[in-house]
């Protein structure tokens, strides 16, 4: 059963950083691209970034580029999103997914990032 | 960047109605575009991809059309557990931009 389990969210003040993870399972984890998507509190959603199996290929979204950067370790099945400056509308539930070429279809459950004083 | 806009962004409909939910495309995607489907405090769910497949496991009663840059949702006859919001989604390009949901209610 292919799973995806994100850790890491927490309270974190303006400015400040925070690493988020996912681990993966259930499918061999070095053959797939993955993404981040998140989805602020009664909001929509808003893809956050992509990188491709190997690593080599990386893309942001604008409201990111500079501050977040996303990796993976194909050893460890585990992919992560290093956020630094973080601003209030960094708040969301950040969630990652496998990319298929039919889209999205596996997702984690989510972990809460909450940027506040 | 491809911009995803989707109307209505709330519907009401009875049980077994028939409900079309529209997304357009701000350039053409050809038919690489996904529609999920997202209940309160879950993740989303896979629902169509390539415009018009249907994921596996998803009711018949859900189908998906267009190409281009128009593209609909339908649900041909509306059940209670399809209470949910839904997004379009286009993988064309590199940033999987996201409509902005569509809220669908039972009345």
């Known amino acids: 059963e292919v799973q995806l389990v994100e850790s890491g969210g927490g309270l974190v003040q303006p400015g400040g950083s925070l690493r988020l993870s996912c681990a993966a399972s259930?499918?061999?984890?070095?053959?797939?691209?993955v993404s981040w998507v998140r989805q602020a509190p009664g909001k929509g959603l808003e893809w956050v970034s992509f990188?491709?199996?190997?690593?080599?290929?990386?893309y942001y979204a604008d409201s990111v580029k500079g501050r977040f950067t996303i990796s993976r370790d194909n050893a460890k099945n585990s992919l992560y999103l290093q956020m630094n400056s973080l601003r209030a509308e960094d708040t969301a539930v950040y969630y990652c997914?496998?990319?298929?070429?039919?889209?999205?279809?596996?997702w984690g459950q989510g972990t809460l990032v909450t940027v506040s004083s | 960047d491809i911009q995803m806009t989707q109307s209505p962004s709330t519907l009401s409909a009875s049980v077994g109605d028939r409900v079309t939910i529209t997304c357009r495309a701000s350039?053409?995607?050809?038919?690489?575009l996904a529609w999920y489907q997202q209940k309160p405090g879950k993740a989303p769910k896979l629902v169509i991809y390539?415009?018009?497949s249907v994921e596996s496991g998803v009711p018949s009663r859900f189908s998906g059309s267009g190409s281009g840059t128009e593209f609909t949702l339908t649900i041909s006859s509306l059940q209670p557990e399809d209470s949910a919001t839904y997004y379009c989604?286009?993988?064309?390009?590199?940033?999987?931009?996201f409509g902005q949901g569509t809220k669908v209610e039972i009345k």
């Open positions: 997914a496998r990319v298929d070429s039919s889209g999205f279809a596996y």
């Open positions: 259930g499918f061999t984890f070095s053959s797939y691209e």
């Open positions: 990188i491709s199996s190997s690593g080599s290929t990386i």
């Open positions: 350039q053409s995607i050809s038919s690489w």
């Open positions: 390539k415009a018009s």
């Open positions: 989604q286009q993988y064309n390009s590199f940033s999987r931009t």
